[in-house]
């Protein structure tokens, strides 16, 4: 199925009509948790505790192994439900609709958002991580969970045949990197498809940061299916 957008017809006053269009916009969310304070400090110490024996040691950063989901862990179960329950209002927001109208189905049960994977990174001075997005997730979610410095994320421009002119004069802001600034109970939804980098991290501590890839899941009864199923 296509889905095709119409520019909203406008009418002249007078002389020739016409029209500036600002297309292709990305929504990206920044959401406070509101019980983040009661169980940053839990979820930190579960995620170092673990992280003595599950963790992969990258050149850039550590990450646990395995999905946290998987963890059996109240903290991460909570959080877990909530970034699900907002992301779902976060997809229904910016449809204007319920997601099983969205998308066919008779009723809310027939969809909902499920956590393909999860894991938490760890950050230590220096560390970074470069441009890269999240392959079959319709959502990326990211909450910070502690950091002694900023948490910062950039997000590069999506268009992807921007880098292949570049006239010297800019009006659409093209190439731009936006960095957005987070502190700890944060979470940040945004399109799996969007690239984003780690920029290095400068704090004297660690910053651990928790990530899920978030995808659609159908009952039998709706006929829009992911792709590979």
């Known amino acids: 199925m296509i889905n095709v957008t119409r520019e909203n017809e406008t009418v002249a006053t007078g002389g020739s009509p016409a029209k500036l269009l600002s297309l292709f916009a990305t929504p990206v969310a920044k959401i406070p948790c509101p019980f983040g304070t009661e169980i940053n400090g839990d979820l930190a110490a579960a995620v170092l505790s673990r992280s003595a024996a599950d963790i992969k040691d990258l050149s850039f950063k550590s990450e646990t192994v395995g999905n946290l989901t998987d963890w059996g862990d109240p903290e991460v179960d909570r959080l ?4 699900l ?3 779902r209002t976060f997809v229904e927001n910016l449809r ?16 909902r958002l499920a956590a ?3 894991w938490a990174s760890i950050y230590r001075g220096g560390d970074h991580h470069a441009a890269h997005f999240h392959p079959n997730t319709a959502i990326a979610a990211v909450y910070y969970v502690a950091s002694a410095g900023p948490c910062d994320l950039e997000l590069a421009d999506p268009r992807a045949n921007v880098e292949f002119f570049d006239p010297g004069i800019s009006f659409a802001n093209e190439g731009r990197t936006v960095r957005i600034g987070s502190s700890p109970g944060t979470l940040l939804l945004m399109p799996g498809w969007m690239k984003h980098s780690v920029p290095p991290y400068e704090g004297a501590d660690v910053r651990i940061s928790i990530a899920w890839n978030l995808a659609y899941s159908f009952s039998a009864n709706v006929a829009l299916q992911p792709a590979g199923d």
Do not use: F
């Open 80 to 83: 877990t439900s909530w970034v």
């Open 85 to 87: 329950r907002t992301a």
């Open 96 to 111: 204007g609709e319920p997601l099983h109208r969205a998308v066919g189905a008779p009723a809310a049960s027939d969809v």
């Open 116 to 118: 393909n994977r999860s």
